[in-house]
């Protein structure tokens, strides 16, 4: 099963998440692929607490209407981090970062957007399936 966000502003950014793998009931292991513009940067992920992903999607759907300043998931070893912020018309920009940070040789950022209410229910909804699945 594999989890795709695409932006709706500009169709070529796009994050997916897939292969998520139970390593033991606190940890699970996943593929994370960020790509815009002829630029792609793959990784996996460690994840502690599996759904806290899934959770800040669903925090974040919860509040449709709107928040003040940044809100931000990571990673156990930081290697991806989601940052989300609230804008006008209902647009939600989430910018995902991905590291290398055992040798700090890298990192990348897309920005993607999406809008609030029921696309970002179903994006909740699609990340809870992907970690249950798994």
């Known amino acids: 099963m594999e989890v795709v966000i695409t932006c709706v502003e500009t169709t070529g950014a796009q994050v997916r998440l897939q292969d998520c793998v139970a390593f033991d009931q606190d940890i699970t292991t996943m593929s994370v692929e960020l790509s815009a513009n002829g630029v792609e940067a793959r990784q996996g992920v460690e994840v502690l607490d599996h759904d806290g992903l899934a959770v800040f999607f669903e ?74 699945a798994r």
């Open 59 to 132: 925090r974040l759907a919860d509040d449709f209407q709107g928040w003040d300043g940044e809100r931000a998931w990571r990673s156990y070893d930081e290697e991806l981090a989601v940052t989300a912020r609230f804008h006008s018309r209902g647009h939600v920009e989430l910018r995902w970062s991905l590291a290398d940070n055992l040798t700090h040789a890298w990192s990348v950022s897309v920005t993607t957007w999406i809008y609030a209410g029921e696309d970002m229910r179903g994006l909740a909804g699609r990340l809870r399936e992907l970690f249950d």
